[in-house]
């Protein structure tokens, strides 16, 4: 437990969050009322019933339940009010900057055009930033379980949508029977737009996914990452070429990608001297 004094610090420090999922900070009561308001079907009618959707025994199970969820938002206005809602909770938080990840596959799949998401974002963001002077930015994270053929369409939306708060590209889905490599070429094409790059890796996969997205993706960011702990090399690696790992230890103990917080491998990384910044996910989930 925090002790009053660190738990006022840790409030009171300016705060960065660089690993948030916008579908994983929606509230419950906002899935309930945008579900009703566009009459999409969820399993649950109340808000007792969509809470208890929110909690889920693993990875999978998480999955499921947040792309189930994430289809009650439809409209630009859905994604404004929702980048608005999160924005305003990390300005409570004294955080000051922030990326945020949306999945286009998510969407696209659904029918809805990027640019109603991306547009919204930045509708919300916009007004948070004018209201508490907190700057929010926006980054495409793509379903890896997709492949590269649909990520070009999905890439060339994100340089078209730079002038709206778009800053990267990741990849995120499905860790495993997806690797990096296939999506060297995309990786290779986001940086020459100019679009920062990371890669989901080494969260429910083990170092030789880290490996792949540090080498063949030329990633500097890593989101997770905890499971380089498993190859020295690959610490020594990441050290020496200031690698950093945004590193969601809740959400690595909830999905049961780290066995306990006992277990969770950030303190003996941090003690090796790699890089790491401290996230939350999908907090509303987690
Ligand atoms: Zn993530």
Redesign the pocket.
């Given at each position: 437990m925090l002790t009053p004094a660190l738990d006022a610090f840790i409030r009171r420090m300016p705060k960065v969050e660089l690993?948030l999922?916008l579908e994983?900070a929606i509230t419950p009561r906002t899935v309930l009322e945008l579900a009703q308001k566009n009459d999409i079907e969820i399993p649950a009618s109340d808000l007792a019933g969509v809470e208890r959707l929110f909690h889920y025994r693993d990875f999978g199970e998480f999955l499921t339940v947040f792309m189930a969820l994430a289809r009650a938002i439809v409209t630009r206005d859905d994604f404004a009010r929702l980048a608005y809602e999160i924005g305003l909770s990390l300005a409570a938080q004294n955080v000051r900057y922030a990326e945020v990840?949306f999945s286009p596959m998510q969407h696209l799949l659904r029918g809805i055009p990027l640019g109603d998401v991306v547009g919204g974002m930045a509708d919300g963001f916009g007004r948070v930033h004018d209201e508490t002077g907190i700057v929010l930015r926006t980054v495409f994270?793509y379903g890896r379980q997709y492949g590269p053929a649909l990520a070009w369409y999905v890439l060339e939306v994100a340089r078209e949508s730079m002038g709206q708060g778009v800053v990267g590209f990741s990849i995120?889905g499905n860790e495993i029977g997806y690797p990096p490599e296939p999506f060297a070429e995309i990786y290779s094409a986001a940086r020459q737009m100019g679009l920062g790059v990371m890669a989901?890796a080494g969260?429910v996969v083990g170092a030789a996914s880290v490996w792949g997205a540090v080498d063949a993706l030329g990633c500097a960011r890593i989101?997770?990452g905890i499971r380089s702990v498993e190859d020295p090399l690959l610490i020594d690696h990441l050290i020496a070429h200031q690698v950093t790992l945004d590193v969601?230890p809740t959400?690595n103990v909830l999905t049961g990608a780290a066995a306990s917080w006992q277990e969770h491998p950030m303190r003996y990384l941090y003690d090796a001297g790699v890089a790491l910044t401290l996230n939350t996910?999908?907090p509303t989930f987690f």
């Amino acid at each position: 437990m925090l002790t009053p004094a660190l738990d006022a610090f840790i409030r009171r420090m300016p705060k960065v969050e660089l690993h948030l999922h916008l579908e994983g900070a929606i509230t419950p009561r906002t899935v309930l009322e945008l579900a009703q308001k566009n009459d999409i079907e969820i399993p649950a009618s109340d808000l007792a019933g969509v809470e208890r959707l929110f909690h889920y025994r693993d990875f999978g199970e998480f999955l499921t339940v947040f792309m189930a969820l994430a289809r009650a938002i439809v409209t630009r206005d859905d994604f404004a009010r929702l980048a608005y809602e999160i924005g305003l909770s990390l300005a409570a938080q004294n955080v000051r900057y922030a990326e945020v990840m949306f999945s286009p596959m998510q969407h696209l799949l659904r029918g809805i055009p990027l640019g109603d998401v991306v547009g919204g974002m930045a509708d919300g963001f916009g007004r948070v930033h004018d209201e508490t002077g907190i700057v929010l930015r926006t980054v495409f994270d793509y379903g890896r379980q997709y492949g590269p053929a649909l990520a070009w369409y999905v890439l060339e939306v994100a340089r078209e949508s730079m002038g709206q708060g778009v800053v990267g590209f990741s990849i995120g889905g499905n860790e495993i029977g997806y690797p990096p490599e296939p999506f060297a070429e995309i990786y290779s094409a986001a940086r020459q737009m100019g679009l920062g790059v990371m890669a989901h890796a080494g969260e429910v996969v083990g170092a030789a996914s880290v490996w792949g997205a540090v080498d063949a993706l030329g990633c500097a960011r890593i989101g997770h990452g905890i499971r380089s702990v498993e190859d020295p090399l690959l610490i020594d690696h990441l050290i020496a070429h200031q690698v950093t790992l945004d590193v969601c230890p809740t959400s690595n103990v909830l999905t049961g990608a780290a066995a306990s917080w006992q277990e969770h491998p950030m303190r003996y990384l941090y003690d090796a001297g790699v890089a790491l910044t401290l996230n939350t996910d999908d907090p509303t989930f987690f």
